[in-house]
């Protein structure tokens, strides 16, 4: 309890950062000079009550409660070190995923990194049909030169993913490589990634005006603004009976069912 206390207070007062890794079993046994099983006890305490994530083959990390986009790089970049990578995402445009990706692919192609399979699943919405947001301020209604704009930013944005992991396996880099997209009714109102089946990160999008140019004319619309969402992590590590596992579970489930349900492939 002793040394639970000392490493919850650490973590309350951010001597060791959301995301920072602690020191290994044995380091902290010798700083508190208690016996390891003390140490993995209390370790045991802190995570369940979602102060810390142990993380396969890396150690103990504070867990991440609330981050902004860039706090997603680091976990998927841990992910491409393990032999067999997944990545889901079902969201808006998919341009903070391409963004997060692209070192991790590089490090590939450049031998840094040998996994034996990915792969990547996107879910992202229909632009040819209306949504009923984003829409124009004036009248709340669909705007279709949007819906192009947006079907523009989408394609690139997950074409480019598509084409990049593709290419690993044209190489011959990668033995098993796939990423496929999916579009499925409106956008949603948050944005989800599914790492390796036990790490899912979270976030609503914040409703924003905003002008766009659009057919050489301003127009004022409410958007959903991707950049602008924090994302909340949770972790199958923390239990499957916690919350945060819990979660992992239902969110893997979720993306499931609309993925071979209602999903159909994008042109």
């Known amino acids: 309890m002793q040394v639970a206390h000392q490493l919850r207070a650490a973590i309350l007062t951010r001597k060791f950062a959301p995301g920072d890794k602690l020191p290994s079993g044995p380091e902290l046994a010798k700083s508190f000079g208690v016996a390891r099983m003390t140490v993995q006890q209390a370790i045991r305490q802190l995570r369940?009550?979602?102060?810390?994530?142990?993380?396969?083959?890396?150690?103990?990390?504070?867990?991440?409660?609330?981050?902004?986009?860039?706090?997603?790089?680091?976990h998927i970049e841990q992910a491409f070190k393990r032999s067999?990578?997944?990545?889901?995402?079902a969201?808006?445009?998919?341009?903070?995923?391409?963004?997060?990706?692209?070192?991790?692919?590089?490090?590939?192609?450049?031998?840094k990194l040998v996994p034996e399979s990915i792969n990547v699943r996107i879910l992202i919405p229909d632009t040819s049909r209306p949504w009923s947001l984003p829409c124009r301020v004036d009248d709340l209604e669909d705007e279709p030169l949007f819906r192009k704009r947006a079907e523009?930013?989408?394609?690139?944005?997950?074409?480019?993913?598509?084409?990049?992991?593709?290419?690993?396996k044209d190489l011959?880099?990668?033995?098993?490589?796939?990423?496929?997209?999916?579009?499925?009714?409106?956008?949603?109102?948050?944005k989800l990634y599914?790492?390796?089946?036990?790490?899912?990160?979270?976030?609503?999008?914040p409703v924003t005006k905003h002008t766009v140019a659009l057919g050489g004319e301003p127009q004022a619309i409410y958007d959903l603004m991707g950049k602008d969402a924090e994302?909340?992590?949770?972790?199958?590590?923390?239990?499957?009976?916690?919350?945060?596992?819990?979660?992992?579970?239902?969110?893997?489930a979720w993306f499931d069912s609309l993925w071979n349900t209602v999903a159909r492939e994008s042109a």
């Open 48 to 74: 369940d009550e979602g102060l810390v994530v142990t993380r396969q083959g890396s150690g103990v990390f504070v867990r991440e409660r609330t981050a902004r986009p860039v706090g997603l790089r680091p």
């Open 84 to 89: 067999e990578v997944s990545i889901e995402f």
């Open 91 to 111: 969201g808006f445009s998919g341009e903070t995923l391409h963004g997060a990706i692209q070192e991790p692919l590089d490090n590939i192609r450049a031998g």
């Open 152 to 168: 523009r930013i989408t394609s690139r944005h997950a074409q480019a993913i598509v084409e990049s992991v593709q290419e690993l």
């Open 172 to 190: 011959g880099l990668v033995a098993s490589a796939s990423a496929e997209v999916r579009i499925c009714g409106e956008p949603p109102r948050f």
């Open 194 to 205: 599914v790492i390796n089946g036990e790490e899912a990160f979270f976030g609503f999008y």
């Open 231 to 252: 994302l909340f992590h949770f972790a199958l590590s923390d239990g499957e009976d916690s919350t945060s596992g819990q979660f992992v579970i239902q969110s893997r």
